[in-house]
Each structure stands twice: as structure tokens, then as C-alpha cells.
């Protein structure tokens, strides 16, 4: 599945790493896209695992969603929040402020 995404990431101008941590490009149009769908996953859940087929590497935002709703972007927000020996004091608060700084930073980029 990570072939995948990198090889549909391939053309576009921005990149990702393999932990998904960061904004993540799914899908976007061919014409471009008119709003940005952005998908996070719950506290301790896998950026990828949250919204893949349990019986496929079918991911839903990716392969179906796109078909539902026309000229979209997909974006994934991966973050690191292992919820087991976790001695992390970040607040609900400062995660949805980096994730927010996130996707500011990705969109001024890709303007």
C-alpha cells in the first residue's frame, strides 16, 4: 500500500514520510480541488490503519470517497500519540494547535 501512495504521490508537489506523521496526500482531482477534505485518526490510532479495509489495502478516503464527492483534495493528518508508556504532557489543546500549524504550513506550500 505505501507503493501505492508514494507512486500517486509522485507527480504532485509535495511529499510525505513513511510514519504519516504531518499532512499525508491521499487523492486529489485532476483539475485541482475545490474544498480539502482533512482525515485524523483518533488518539492512538495509525494514520493509515484508521481508514484502510480490514480485508484489502483498499483505503476508503483514497479509492471511493474521491467518486462521492468530485474535485476534492484528500488530506491525512498523522500524529505520534501512543497511548501505552506515553509520559507525553501535550494537551488536547496542543495537538490541534500543530495540527492546525500543519496544515497552514502545507497549504503554503502548495499555493
Not at 480541488?33 to 485524523?40: F, G, P
Not at 476508503?60 to 474521491?66: G, I, T
Not at 483534495?73 to 494547535?97: A, F, W
Request: glycine share 8%; aromatic share 10%.
Amino acid at each position: 500500500m505505501i507503493r501505492r501512495i508514494r507512486k500517486a504521490g509522485s507527480s504532485l508537489p509535495y511529499r510525505f514520510d513513511d510514519d504519516f506523521h504531518g499532512v499525508t496526500p491521499l487523492y486529489e482531482a485532476n483539475r485541482g480541488a475545490d474544498v480539502d477534505v482533512i482525515a485524523v485518526p483518533g488518539l492512538g490510532s495509525h494514520a493509515i490503519g484508521s481508514w484502510r479495509s480490514p480485508t484489502s489495502n483498499d483505503l476508503w478516503l483514497r479509492d471511493y470517497l474521491p467518486d462521492d464527492i468530485p474535485n476534492i483534495r484528500v488530506l491525512l493528518y498523522g500524529y505520534d500519540t501512543p497511548l501505552l508508556g506515553n509520559n507525553s504532557k501535550d494537551s488536547i489543546e496542543d495537538l490541534g494547535v500543530r495540527f492546525l500549524e500543519s496544515i497552514k504550513a502545507f497549504r503554503a506550500d502548495t499555493v
